[in-house]
């Protein structure tokens, strides 16, 4: 079974900064892509950031230029740095990823970890 388990989450001042790491192990042939989401209380869960896949990287609006996702391969680890933080993103982020577990079967599956809290300050 494939898990995805995220750290680097916690509470920061405005405009501070937080790496958040996420890292796939179990039966992974490879990745296709991998992403952040995030969920404020009462909000829908909204993609903040993808990596892989046919687009490449891509960021939500409100996050680009502040914002950076990049990723490991090796480790199976995306990273998503944040900078400038603001209390708007505050949330609890999730890590997401399609993954190939079987050479022979052309799916990808999705995962989803449990999630890491992210606290912003004024």
């Known amino acids: 079974q494939v898990q995805l388990v995220e750290s680097g989450g916690g509470s920061v001042q405005t405009g501070g900064s937080l790496r958040l790491s996420c890292t796939a192990s179990g039966s992974i042939f490879s990745i296709y892509s991998m992403a952040w989401y995030r969920q404020a209380p009462g909000n829908e869960r909204e993609l903040v950031a993808t990596i892989g896949g046919h687009i490449g990287t891509s960021y939500q609006d409100s996050v680009k230029g502040r914002f950076t996702i990049s990723r490991d391969n090796a480790k199976n680890t995306v990273y998503l740095q944040m900078n400038s933080l603001k209390p708007e993103d505050t949330a609890i982020y999730y890590c997401?990823?399609?993954?190939?577990?079987?050479?022979?079967?052309?799916?990808?599956?999705?995962?989803w970890g449990q999630g890491t809290q992210v606290i912003v300050f004024s």
């Open positions: 997401n990823a399609h993954i190939y577990i079987d050479p022979s079967d052309e799916v990808r599956y999705e995962y």
